[in-house]
Structure formats: C-alpha cells, structure tokens
C-alpha cells in the first residue's frame, strides 16, 4: 500500500513543482471557454437554448480532465524515456500496485486542474444551478478523472516513442473531446454523430457533469454512473495487465 | 551468489545473448567486458529481472528468476548505464521513494538515508531537485540509492561513463570497501579496462553474445599472451568497430527539450 501512496505523491509533487506547465494547460480551457462561450453566445441564445457559456462550463471542465489525466498517465513514455521507470520495474512491489499508485496520481493531477478551471469559468460568470448536487459532481469529474488516467496508463505502457504520441493525440484524444457533447447538445443530432457519442465514455462524463451543475441531463444520472464505471473499471484492468507486461 | 547456465535471449530473429554459462561466488567482484553490442546490458538486465530469458537457468543466491522475482529483487542493488532518477523529485525524496519501494522501515530508512548520502558528499544538497545535478552527482546518488536497501548484491552497468576521473576514482573506492567491509558482491560492465583490472577479482570477455575467456585478469593475460589487458582485449574480440543501432531517446531528450525540458 505504502508503494501505491509514494507513486501517487510523486505525481503530486511534480506536478506542483511544474508551476509553468499549470499557467499552461489552464491556457487552452480558457481560450476555449472565452472564444467559444462568447462567441456563439448570442446565436445559442437566439435558437432558444439559453445561456451559451452556462452550457459549455461543464463541457471545459470535462475537456480538461481528460486532457490533464490522459497526458499524465502517458507520463510514463517519458519515465521509460528518461530511466525513471526502471527503478520501479525492478523494485520488490508488485506491477499492480505501481500503476495503480501511478494512475491514482495522474487522476488526481487532472482533478485539481478540473477544480481550477471550474473556479475560471465561476469567475466567467458560469453559475451552478443546484449546490445541493455538487458532491455528485465532484464524484462524476473523479470517475473522468480515473477512467481517461487508466487509458493514458494503458497507452503509455504500450507507447515506444513520440510520433505515436502525437498520433494518439489527433486520431484519439481530440475526436474524444469533439465528439462528446462538451460543446454542443447532444439532441437532434444526425443519426451518425448520435451514435459515435453514445459510445464514447466523455460524452457520459460530461452529461453527468451538466446534469448535476445545471440540471440538464441527455442519457440521465443513472446511465453515466454505469457506463463511467464500467469503462473506469475496464481500462484499468487493460492498463495493469499492459503494465505487467513491460519488459524494458 | 550467481549461477548462469545456458542463457539465451532472442529478440525476434536476433540472438543478443547466445547461451552463456557463469558463476559469481559470494563477495567477489566480477567483470564483464565487450564491445558495444556485444550483449553486456542484456545479461544485466535479465539478471536484474527487467528481461525474460528465452531459455537457459538463471538463479540469484539459490532462488530463480522465473520463480521468485520478487525476492529476487529485495536482494539486489543495481545503478543503470543511463540515469534512473527522477529529475522534478529532490535527492532526499529520490532515496526516499526507494526505501519505501524497498520496505525498508521508517527509522532505519531515516538513517541509512543521512549515512549513504553523507558518504557520497551528497548530504548538503539533499533538498535540491536531482535535474540541477551534474553527470558526477547524479551517478553518486544512484549509487547512495542502490546501496539504501542492504543489498547482497550490486549491479553496476557502466557506471563510470561520463564521469572525470576524481569522481571515477572515489566511485571504485567506495565500491571496494563496499565489497570488503559489508561482503557485498558486485558484477559491473565496463568499458574501461584499467578500472575492470583495478577492481575486479574474475572478468569474463563477453562478445556477440558468447563468453569468449573467463579468468583474472592476470590469467587473461597470460592466455592471450599480451602484456596489458587492453591488449587482451582486443585479442579475443578483434579491433574492428561496432556500430550500435540508435534508440528513439535522443530525439526524446530533443523533444523535452522543445516542450520545455523537464530534465
């Protein structure tokens, strides 16, 4: 257990020793939020669907936790780049209880990085509509948190060097984020979209997100919980299993 | 301590380790030496638990690596060819991480941790982060940290490379009365021959995978007919040049570099 809290504390500690890199990512969530949130405002306004940056808040938040806790999980291309990864393969502690402290790390990383765009966008005037469910919300941005940490863990076992990063990055992460919901409502879609939404974990991330914090909900609180879960569950297992499997 | 007996790895349709055969007795320091290439680091690594033999018996004082990898790992210390610290963690929280990987209990952690790092000079600068280390520093906490868990025995992988010659120097020191005052054992890979006939006991000359000559140094001396060991050396594994293929890690650290440079 004692490995499993070290390696989590490790990602900690460097992630709040990388003051540079925390100004960094808060960049593109706000960008997102200031160019999108107000720039589509008044025509999300003027097709009867309220206030835009109100809708989108969730969408950021959602966007940045998946960001966050898949670049940290890869994390470990750069550990097994640089040597460090070495030392915890040939440590007398199990593979599962490394990449479970590795993954609990990188979930935690992208939670705090959630928290403060969540305060940006208050700050942007997003208001929550019902306090009474932001515990609720808070558990859906760890159940994100954990599942996009377990697949960057599962892909940066398998990942060898930068091109397929940059790969992972244009053909996974960014059609993840886009074709989620984050950024629009998810009804009414053409029949293709609609169906490559539903089965992609964010979009259910992000619903559970807006149903708490603003009470609109596409698929209901019950389906999210599940999928979230169950997928979570799912690349956790795939990511500790490619993790045992590293031979360096 | 170590017994090697018809090891073999294959990496697809290459063969980097072609069967060889050795034994490493309790307390001795044993030398293995080769050209690039020649399957050195992979011996260390499949003997360090990191590789799975193809095939061939591997034990470590009596207990299989296939078996017991675990146990196996308690057991041994080892420093990496290339650097194995984390750059972002200072060097207290680096040796720190490894006690705690390492079960070593808290108080004797706390202590073993001040000892190694005030005999490696690295007392002082224990709250720095490790990226502000130079090549010597970083290759002395390496050590300090292989050491923190009381192995039986120690590995080392080219461990002076890039080194200048006082820290080369302090480093087989330290290694020397390692290996008489607490009898540990110790197998190292170099490419310095005055430093594997200043420290070791046995070398084996290791070359496309086999073991071509085991003895003392003075032995492989007289076997060759030569009168340094360099010139052994170069007897049994000829002087033509070997090219080793390159690794996607340079343009890594090119990369790093670019995306601000965490190390």
């Known amino acids: 257990m004692s490995a499993i809290y070290v390696l989590w504390l490790r990602e900690l500690r460097r992630y709040i020793r990388s003051r540079a890199q925390i100004v960094a990512s808060l960049g593109q969530p706000v960008l997102y939020l200031v160019a999108l949130g107000f720039g589509l405002g008044p025509v999300f306004q003027k097709a009867g669907q309220g206030n835009y940056v109100q809708f989108v808040a969730p969408g950021i938040i959602a966007m940045t936790v998946l960001f966050s806790s898949v670049f940290s999980g890869i994390g470990l291309l750069w550990d097994r780049q640089f040597g460090f990864l070495k030392e915890t393969l040939v440590a007398p502690v199990p593979r599962l209880q490394i990449i479970f402290g590795r993954t609990l790390g990188a979930a935690t990383v992208a939670m705090i990085q959630g928290l403060l765009v969540a305060v ?12 009474a469910e932001v515990p609720l919300a808070f558990g859906f941005l760890c159940l994100i948190a954990c599942l996009f940490a377990a697949l960057g863990s599962a892909i940066g076992s398998v990942l060898q060097n930068m091109q397929g990063f ?32 539903s089965v992609n974990p964010l979009a259910y991330g992000v619903d559970g997100l807006r149903s708490t914090l603003i009470g609109i909900s596409h698929y209901g609180m019950a389906i999210d919980t599940a999928v979230l ?13 490619l993790f045992s499997k590293i031979e360096a | ?80 060819q290339d650097s194995s610290v984390d750059g972002d963690m ?56 292989g ?24 480093l087989w020191s330290h290694v020397k009365y390692l290996n008489q005052a607490e009898g540990v054992t110790v197998f190292l890979t170099t490419h310095y021959m005055d430093e594997a006939e200043r420290v070791a006991q046995r070398i084996a000359v290791i070359d496309h995978g086999k073991i071509v000559a085991l003895g003392s140094p003075q032995g492989l001396k007289l076997q060759t007919a030569t009168d340094s060991l360099e010139d052994a050396f170069l007897k049994l594994t000829g002087a033509s040049i070997r090219d080793e293929s390159a690794t996607s890690k ?3 650290r090119q990369m790093a570099k670019m995306w601000g440079g965490r190390r």
């Open chain 1, 120 to 131: 940006v966008c208050f700050i942007a005037g997003f208001r929550i509509v019902n306090w």
């Open chain 1, 166 to 197: 940059q790969l992972i990055m244009n053909f996974l992460v960014m059609p993840i984020f886009f074709l989620s919901g984050a950024l629009y409502p998810l009804k009414n879609l053409p029949k293709a979209l609609s169906v490559i939404t």
């Open chain 2, 1 to 80: 301590m170590i017994r090697v007996e018809k090891l073999v790895k294959q990496f697809g349709q290459f063969t980097a380790v072609a069967g060889i055969s050795f034994e490493v007795a309790p307390g001795e320091i044993f030398a293995f030496l080769g050209p690039n290439g020649a399957g050195k680091t992979t011996t260390i690594k499949m003997l360090t638990t990191l590789l799975r033999p193809t095939s061939g018996t591997l034990t470590i004082d009596g207990l299989d690596v296939n078996e017991q990898p675990n146990e196996i790992r308690k057991r041994f210390g080892i420093v990496f």
């Open chain 2, 90 to 145: 200072t060097a207290y929280e680096n040796m720190d991480l490894h006690g705690i990987l390492y079960h070593v209990p808290r108080k004797i952690r706390v202590e073993r941790i001040e000892h190694l790092l005030r005999l490696f000079e690295l007392w002082d600068r224990r709250k720095e982060q490790v990226k502000l280390f130079s090549g010597g520093m970083k290759r002395r906490l390496e050590i300090a940290r």
């Open chain 2, 147 to 170: 050491l923190l868990h009381t192995p039986k025995i120690l590995f080392l992988d080219e461990p002076t490379l890039g080194l200048d010659p006082q820290t080369r120097n302090q």
């Open chain 1, 229 to 241: 879960c169950g997928v979570a569950t799912v690349l956790l297992v795939v990511a500790s299993h």
């Open chain 2, 250 to 252: 340079d343009q890594m």
